[in-house]
């Protein structure tokens, strides 16, 4: 689905901080959605998190940083830093090229798949209206 002319995969979830969650089974891969990288602008640095960390939903647990911009990064659920995108230490605009696929950040295995609920999903009024919100708000930096 687009909303402001950006694409929200209907199989995703999506928060407030422009992340994107891709659940397979009990895994969600999370990453920078589309619009999100386009605010960031070009990511220069991405700081992973070390696999194994237990982590809640809503805590800050790595960074991005672009030109003039460091960014916090929430986690979208609960439960253990599985897996970490080593590839963004070497190529962190991955996250700008392909932010749905090889731009991903991390993987988690959820400890509670109930906090899903606490995520918008791409056909939400929710989110369309949060999207319309943000790309007024960003529209200098947008172009």
């Excluded at 402001?4 to 999370?30: C, I, N």
Aim: no cysteine; proline share 3%.
């Amino acid at each position: 689905m687009k909303i402001s002319g950006y694409e929200f995969p209907d199989d995703m979830y999506f928060d407030k901080l422009h992340g994107w969650a891709r659940v397979d089974g009990d895994t969600v891969t999370q990453g920078l959605t589309e619009f999100g990288q386009a605010i960031a602008q070009e990511i220069v640095f991405v700081e992973a998190p070390r696999t194994g960390r237990a982590i809640e939903q809503g805590q800050t647990f790595m960074s991005m940083e672009s030109g003039k911009w460091v960014g916090r990064v929430a986690a979208l659920v609960g439960g253990t830093v599985g897996e970490v995108n080593d590839e963004l230490e070497w190529e962190p605009n991955l996250v700008n090229e392909s932010p749905f696929e090889d731009g991903w950040l991390v993987k988690i295995p959820m400890s509670d798949a109930a906090e899903l609920d606490n995520l918008m999903k791409a056909d939400s009024a929710e989110l369309k209206a949060f999207i319309e919100g943000e790309a007024e708000k960003y529209q200098d930096v947008l172009g």
